[in-house]
């Protein structure tokens, strides 16, 4: 597929096309988290949405969430949706809601859909919802800050302006995440952070040297930190890149690599990777990936070192040189 095929191919699934499900959610599931400093159980919920507001103006070059999302979604579908997953619910502690784009966007989410959801969990210990910036105000946050159990996840993803705006085309800027967690700190609502692995043209020293910068940055205004390797996603630059040869997703090696550098932090700093082990997301040499990615959760669920010491596999004398020396095939390519 070209990159203008690519495009068109963006443009038709944005519209809707082939998209009819409105009534149904899109996941839930039951998972391990952390909390409080205790392994818990938590509940996954995936609403469908009209999807990010973001994605249809010009959205991330990484992101294909927009692929599940239906433009004719209206607050019926949506109180259907949630009713379906109270259906699933067991009374886990945590509670995740997750759209593929901001829940509290009310163009996304209406308003009262947001309340609708906070009222019927409020049993749950914690909600945890996923918004951009420019959608968290004093009234929004006030409003929140009532229910007591809510936190917000931000999708900083980068601390350099210069990958936000040109590797990822996230649409908002450094100082744009620090208002929207001082907002969110001043009414005492917990932030959570995303923090991206490998953004595109990057090498992987380089992403790793930013995600731990990016991490350190973010530890100021975050209770906690996710660590999120890129996984490539259908219908996206990421993917027209690596279908290209021009993009490998990030080693296990750098998730560890990164957990323990930013492990003296005062913040609980997790990795769940997505499609971990796959080629389409964080993976090794395929004989040691299951072993990392147990070190990787055991160590995200405890925050215990002791799960990413005396990991190894002879992969990781490749990483080691691809990190040492990758930066100065780039140059040699670049100046060529």
């Not at 990484?62 to 949630?82: A, H, S, V, W």
């Not at 010491?309 to 990483?319: A, H, S, T, V």
Request: aromatic share 10%; net charge neutral.
């Amino acid at each position: 597929m070209d990159l203008k095929t690519l495009q068109q191919r963006i443009r038709e699934l944005r519209r809707g096309a082939a998209r009819k499900d409105k009534h149904n959610l899109i996941g839930a599931w039951r998972e391990k988290d952390r909390l409080n400093g205790c392994i818990i159980d938590s509940f996954v919920i995936i609403l469908r949405t009209k999807g990010c507001r973001w994605a249809y103006h010009s959205g991330c070059s990484m992101c294909g969430y927009f692929n599940d999302t239906n433009p004719r979604i209206e607050e019926e579908d949506l109180k259907k949706q949630i009713e379906s997953a109270l259906e699933k619910y067991s009374g886990e502690p945590v509670v995740k809601v997750f759209t593929s784009g901001s829940f509290l966007d009310d163009w996304e989410v209406p308003s009262q859909i947001q309340e609708m959801l906070y009222r019927r969990f409020e049993d749950a210990k914690r909600i945890i919802v996923e918004s951009r910036p420019e959608y968290v105000t004093p009234e929004k946050a006030s409003r929140i800050a009532e229910y007591g159990n809510i936190m917000v996840a931000l999708g900083l993803e980068s601390a350099n302006n210069d990958t936000l705006l040109y590797r990822i085309n996230k649409g908002f800027t450094v100082d744009d995440y620090i208002k929207a967690a001082e907002i969110l700190r001043e009414y005492k609502v917990p932030v959570k952070t995303y923090v991206l692995l490998k953004a595109p043209f990057m090498s992987e020293r380089q992403s790793i040297e930013e995600a731990i910068d990016t991490i350190i940055f973010a530890s100021k205004y975050s209770e906690v930190i996710s660590l999120n390797p890129m996984n490539i996603q259908n219908n996206t630059l990421v993917e027209y890149l690596w279908r290209r040869g021009e993009y490998r997703a990030p080693w296990l090696w750098s998730v560890v690599e990164v957990l323990k550098r930013t492990s003296h932090l005062d913040v609980d700093v997790v990795s769940f990777p997505t499609a971990g082990g796959k080629i389409r997301g964080a993976h090794n040499c395929g004989a040691c990936d299951e072993k990392v990615l147990s070190g990787i959760m055991n160590y995200s669920l405890t925050q215990d070192m002791k799960y990413l010491e005396n990991l190894d596999c002879p992969c990781k004398r490749k990483w080691e040189k691809i990190v040492k020396y990758e930066d100065y095939a780039w140059d040699y390519t670049l100046n060529r």
